[in-house]
Nanobody
Framework: EVQLVESGGGLVQAGGSLRLSCAVS????????IAWFRQAPGKGREGVSC????????IYADSVAGRFTVVVDNAKNTVTLQMNTLKAEDTGVYYC????????????????WGQGTPVTVSS
């Protein structure tokens, strides 16, 4: 059974940086997709980035491209989301999600979710 556990959220001023981690366990496949989503208060879940663990392909939402970077650390079994130049609109609960066949930013394509970690960016 695949399990995902996020960590690293917190409070940061606009313009600052945060690093989120998704600890991944239970993957027995050569390839797997991990995506980051976020949900702002009162809004739906928005895809931020997704990466293929097998070949390293990665995509970013337009709203974060150039500011966020996602990296797989196979030695530590973690997927890290480095968030720079944060804006107030980046505030929300951040989730990592996984699926063997998923790709892109439709939440229904992912069958495994972490519990989420909150990020608050003060302006």
């Amino acid at each position: 059974e695949v399990q995902l556990v996020e960590s690293g959220g917190g409070l940061v001023q606009a313009g600052g940086s945060l690093r989120l981690s998704c600890a991944v366990s239970g993957i027995t496949y050569d390839t797997y997709t991990i995506a980051w989503f976020r949900q702002a208060p009162g809004k739906g879940r928005e895809g931020v980035s997704c990466i293929s663990i097998g070949d390293g392909n990665v995509i970013y939402a337009d709203s974060v491209a150039g500011r966020f970077t996602v990296v797989v650390d196979n030695a530590k079994n973690t997927v890290t989301l480095q968030m720079n130049t944060l804006k107030a609109e980046d505030t929300g609960v951040y989730y990592c999600a996984g699926d063997l066949y998923g790709w892109g930013f439709d939440a229904v394509d992912y069958d495994t979710w972490g519990q989420g970690t909150p990020v608050t960016v003060s302006s």
